[in-house]
């Protein structure tokens, strides 16, 4: 301990700023740090299920790196960064051979949809991702992560084209292509992290500042009375 405080006797006033205002910064911030705060997701699907039949977990809750010391010497809490988990449906239609556009087909809103089963706790909720859309969930829960469900539902088009409109023998006819082998060829990406928010930043922030300068202080009180009790005895 000493020799920590020769140490610090010898920091110039900006490194004394540094370690006094710098660690805390460290300390709040979330884990893992920006810019890793976020990672990709990639799903092969097969007749509408995963290739792969795992549940798929992640954090909700994005504590601060130091927040289990925080925690543990001076009983502060910090809060979390909240979590998300964005879902994109990119599936694909063929028929005939070749690719079919959505605007081709008959009106069918549902048409290419996916729902994923989302575990929260010992809640289940549905995340529904339309077709060529994305749509993001922002779980809370107590345990601090959830599961994306491994039986996935999806639903495929109606094998109907757009009503065209066609003159035949002078009169106006509407008709309605119909595929024999229309198919949807389901597809699914997404993201996960935390989004990253300021006040939270700010907040844990403060908190860590206040205890590492805590901290100190009872480093120094110890070391200054362990060097009186020592000069008293020689």
């Known amino acids: 301990m000493k020799k920590l405080f020769v140490v610090l006797k010898e920091f110039t006033k900006t490194g004394k700023i540094l370690i006094i205002f710098g660690i805390p910064i460290i300390l709040a911030l979330p884990f893992p740090p920006p810019p890793f705060n976020t990672n990709q997701i990639k799903a092969e699907l097969q007749n509408g299920e995963p290739a792969k ?13 130091g927040a289990t010391l925080l925690s543990t010497i001076l009983g502060i809490k910090t809060d979390p960064m909240p979590g998300y988990i964005c879902i994109t449906n990119t599936s694909e ?7 079919v556009n959505k605007t081709d087909l008959l009106e069918d809103q549902a048409g290419g949809a996916i729902s994923i089963p989302l575990i929260l706790d010992d809640t289940t909720v549905q995340i529904y991702v339309p077709f060529a859309s994305t749509t993001c969930a922002h779980p809370q829960t107590i345990k601090g992560f959830a599961e994306l469900e491994n039986k996935i539902e999806v639903r495929g088009f109606m094998p109907l084209g757009k009503p065209q409109l066609s003159v035949v023998n002078g009169e106006p006819v509407i008709s309605i292509k119909q595929y024999s082998d229309l198919v949807t ?10 989004s990253w ?10 908190l860590f500042l206040i205890g590492w300068v805590i901290l100190l202080s009872s480093i120094i009180q110890v070391y200054l009375c362990y060097r009186s009790k020592g000069t008293n005895v020689t």
């Open 197 to 206: 928010e300021w006040n939270i930043f700010l907040k844990n922030y403060i």
């Open 53 to 65: 039949q795992e549940k798929f977990r992640f954090l909700t809750d994005n504590s601060a790196l």
């Open 93 to 99: 239609i063929s028929g005939e051979g070749k690719k």
């Open 185 to 194: 060829i389901f597809k699914m990406e997404g993201k996960k992290g935390y």
